[in-house]
């Protein structure tokens, strides 16, 4: 439990004032635990932002998973998975922003962060053209294309925007998943 209150203190101390004005003091601080406590748990500051980002991993593809849970069609996939990643973001924006941080941190965590979860996502898109769900394409750049829609959207209309609702940007983003900029074809 102490290792937990340790990883929640520094999620919401980095994910607020970025890993550079976190201190080791400041989490101790926020976790309410004696300073000396946290070299029980963690060797570094570093480490604590490395667990950080797994955990960010682990959260959203569980949170992916149950919300997409059940469908077979890919375009109901992405449709669910928009709204689920929207939804997790606006949920966890402290721990979204760790992520965003680790990439001057510790860039090895940060690309396989991105690299395993664009991995997944090659896998099921190619799956998706097999099962003739979607068009054939390069299924690598699109998981990194895919998944820089969303990140962007989702920073814009979730993280920015902290009351509006996101659901409109959500189909949005979806609609352009889905049907591209291409006009629709004519009888």
Known sequence: RTRQRILDAAEREIGQRGFAETSVASITQEAKVAQGTFYVYFRTKEDVLRELVLRMGRRLRRSLTLATAGLADRLEIERRGIHAFFAFVRENPNLYRVVAESQFV??????????????????????????????????????????GVCDMVGRRFTLWERDASFD??????????AHGLAPEARP
């Open 106 to 147: 510790d860039e090895v965590a940060y690309r396989k962060y991105y690299n395993d979860f664009a991995e997944n996502y090659r896998v099921a898109l190619e799956a998706a053209v097999i099962a003739g769900q979607v068009s054939p394409g390069d299924a690598e750049v699109r998981a990194w294309a895919l998944m």
């Open 168 to 177: 409109a940007a959500a189909e949005a983003a979806y609609a352009f998943v």
